[in-house]
């Protein structure tokens, strides 16, 4: 471990994407996680759009939908009673199939170039695992726990305590935590979480029913889908997982042996299950006031803690951690300047506050409609059908909030940022929709190419200029500044119309990440200061 150049403190989502994306870069990273191996726990169950785009793009998205849901399994959310009664409300939601069929129709830049993938943290971890231990930069280390650390101007010193027990110090350029909401590493640094804490504590059980799944009635049935809310007083609610036959239900139940009830009550019809596991989580909408200080950063759940609804937890955190890869690989390999880490608290912490804002909304919109039930919604009489008509209302508007989150996952833009040529103003935020732009700081939208190529997989893992429509215009000069930097730097000339009609411009400056440094219709005025700027000098 002596010539580990990060440290990287816990293998959740996380902390192992960082770890993967660091060593397809060659950055030699060891990621210790005080756990003996990763467990069978519920947790995550879906992988945003953006978040299969970022897998894409490390290779990995084949594989995580092959060992995640079958994607021809429909994603409907029911409101219901119970499951053996008709629905209160059906939201219909295309299946990862439908989806993949109107993404492959489209070419306004509207859409995300992959679908979502439910794939539960339980199989996601193992598999990133196994990415990460085949990367020969990379060294992974279970039942070895961080301790504490000392950081000075050449860099971090860990105190780890390994799997015999005894304590060692490793010393690295950087650490990273991605050591979840408890983050011993963030509480090193000293840094509070902000926000509201512990807003209602729920406990969630593991079930596992062969027969569920073929048998969910929803009144005449087949009812299949995702989410199924019960309209009680107890906020439960039954969420299908990665296979169709593991199922994790939430409810505020006194005892853990009651969610066993709570799950015949749900159903409804008689299944063979077993009750893998059950446990209690809180939910908090809390932010970080500093996503790392010096040497040491915070990524993931360390740095902003959502209510799961709207999935903006773990998908939040893949961001941060391949935000701060290749950062941390610039800054490593030589050519990355003091603003390009810099730049990782000023773009990420704002995401992760809009994206506490985001689940803030949705779950408000949760709150809202359970709101509207009342001891008589099962009563056969006008005053219960009142109830049921009325939060079957309310419920439309405001259960979509959780569910339709398209703005939030890929429309997020970087404002302010020391590496991005800004233009000031720019589109506003928006959690439900997303409008394609190519805006500074924005995520490049996805375009068909001619032959159905993804603009997306032409675009090499360094800095790219786009060139469009069959541009003309003389950019040699900021060509030589990009190669100037020793930046991975490539020039991409896309000819194809539709490209240049989504993305508005003829010329487009692409960071490794996809996302939008410079566009104009000429070479910028001053090239070299351009380059000094998407590398953080
Ligand atoms: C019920 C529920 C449902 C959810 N659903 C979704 C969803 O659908 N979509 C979504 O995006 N998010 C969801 N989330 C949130 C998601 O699970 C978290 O955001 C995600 O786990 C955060 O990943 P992480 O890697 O940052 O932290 P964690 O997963 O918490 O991992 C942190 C790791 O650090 C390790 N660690 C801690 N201390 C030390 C130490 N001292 N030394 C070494 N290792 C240490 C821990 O053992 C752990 O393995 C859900 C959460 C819950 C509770």
Known sequence: ????????????????????ALGLKGVRCTLIEQKEAPEFLPKMERCNARTMEIYRRMGLAERIRAAGLDGRIPMDVYIVLAMNEPPLLHLPYPSVAEARAEIDHCNDGSLPLEPYQLISQYTLEPLLKSVAETLPSV????????????????????????????????RVAYLVGCDGGASPVRKELGIKLRGEGNLLQ????????????????????????????????????LI?????EHWTLHAVVERDEDMAAQFERTVGVPVRYEMLYVGSWKQNLLLADRYGQGRVFLAGDSAHLVIPTGGLGMNTGVGDAVDLAWKLAGTLQGWGGPNLLASYEVERRQV????????RYASLGRRKWRAQVRPNIRDATPDGQATRDNLVRVAGVEQRKTNEMIGAE?????????????????????????????WPGARLPHVWLEGHVAVQDRIGPGYTLLRLGGTTADTSALEEAMRSTRAPFAVLDLADQAARAVYGYDLILLRPDMHVVWRGNEAPASPNQLAAVATGH
């Open 240 to 244: 299908m997982q990665d296979s169709t």
């Open 202 to 237: 729920l406990r969630q059980a593991l079930f596992h029913s062969a027969d569920l799944f073929d048998k969910i009635p929803i009144g005449p049935g087949p009812g299949r889908g995702r989410h199924y809310h019960v309209a009680d007083g107890q906020a439960t609610f």
């Open 1 to 20: 471990m002596a010539d580990t150049e990060v440290l990287i403190v816990g293998a959740g989502p996380v902390g192992l994407t960082l770890a993967a």
């Open 410 to 438: 890929l429309g997020y833009r970087y404002v302010g940022s020391p590496i991005v040529w800004e233009e000031p103003g720019g589109p506003e935020h928006l959690f439900r929709e997303y409008v394609p732009t190519t």
């Open 352 to 359: 992760g506050d809009r994206n506490v804002g985001a689940s």
């Open 139 to 170: 060294t992974v280390r279970y039942g070895c726990a961080f301790l504490s650390l000392e950081q000075d101007g050449e860099g971090v010193t860990a105190t780890v305590r390994n799997r015999d027990g005894g304590t060692a110090s490793l």
